[in-house]
């Protein structure tokens, strides 16, 4: 069965099937991040001072996997171009850097950004123990500065078994620059380049901790909604990834043989889709990486 | 790879001059698509480097940021996306999800008058 207007645009509307299809498409991905930046505008803006985390991600890495996925957006929109003027080799090669920009989005992401949230560590100080660990939190500085407290202390756990043993009464951290040295002016702000943990040590009682854990979805709001966004987003660069390389291998050359228009309105649908993927991580990028 | 080879001629036939026409029309919007892209680049640097500015308050410094995305996410919209120059109907799509998004984020605001967590 033939059917009508893959290629050519229907009179009335003037625009052909998949076209329509993919807008709408967007307009319900449009709810579904909606519905995910406004839980995060909200959860952010009902935050207690100095319990919305600032600066725990890796600002060069992210500011590196954004130029990536601007690039891909780039390359998506020129492989269309090619087909539209009818050079295929060209499609191929923009094709293939658009793919692999996306894989090198993802392993990015899971190889070295995700993991290396897992290994870190936090833990909330009570309220009336924040006196007692002041040394670590420098919170009379940044009062006088005018500048919201911190609530809690991050580094590396030394003993991981503080986390599950009730016998051990308490956590042993390296320091993160900022809890080592709180009350250099230079830690009032979070910093461009990544500084790994230093090496002196904290001991923090776990009576005097409100809440303890891992830098995972459960550790914080602002931990769940980071990896409950980029991970929805990551799912996105992954089909992106794999229409991208359907479209890449043989059965594209095929489908240009047979009709050049069809393939590069596919490739169109699929770039529209890869554009509003880069188009959410130019939101992303800043509101948790950078704020 | 194989390059394959020129398409068959008559499957499209009545579109032809239309391709052509349109061809012509994409080779012309190249530069503007590499254009987009520097852009884009630059600006990713200026909202890095923006960030590490103080702006008095935390909130004059997200709006900042926000501004500078909002302008990039508009250029790759209208550019990328086509949307400078789009049929009627997609710009209806839009309109009506416009207004569903601002009632989703509504429903999600009615959450600080919830007597049950307040």
Redesign the interface.
Known sequence: MEIPYTVTARPDTGLWNAKVGIWLFLASEIMLFGGLFSAYVFLRLDAAPGAWPHGLLNVPVGTMNTAILIASSVTVVMAWASLKMRRFRAYWWYMLVTILCGVIFLAVKLIYEWPQKFEHFGAFIKKDALEKYEPYLGNHHLAEKGLPPRIEITGHLHNREALVDKNVKEYEIALDPVNADPTNPAMDRPHFLYVPPTDKIARIEKEDVQYANMFLPKHSAYFASYFTITGLHGLHVLGGVIVFTYLWLPVGTKLYKRNPEHLANRVEVAGLFWHFVDLIWIFVFPLFYLL | ?????E??AG??A??TSH?EH??HD??K??RG??L??VT??TF??I??FL??V?FGT?KA??AV??L??TI??GL??AI??HLSSE????YR??I??FF??LG??W???L??YDPISR
């Open positions: 790879m194989d390059e394959p080879h398409p068959m499957t499209m009545e579109a391709d349109a061809a994409v080779a919007h190249v698509y590499l987009v892209g884009l680049l990713t640097a909202t890095v960030s590490y103080n935390q410094n997200i940021a926000l500078v995305a990039k996410a790759v919209a990328f996306m049929k009627r109907m997609i799509i839009l009506f999800t569903f998004v989703l984020f429903l999600t605001y959450a600080w």
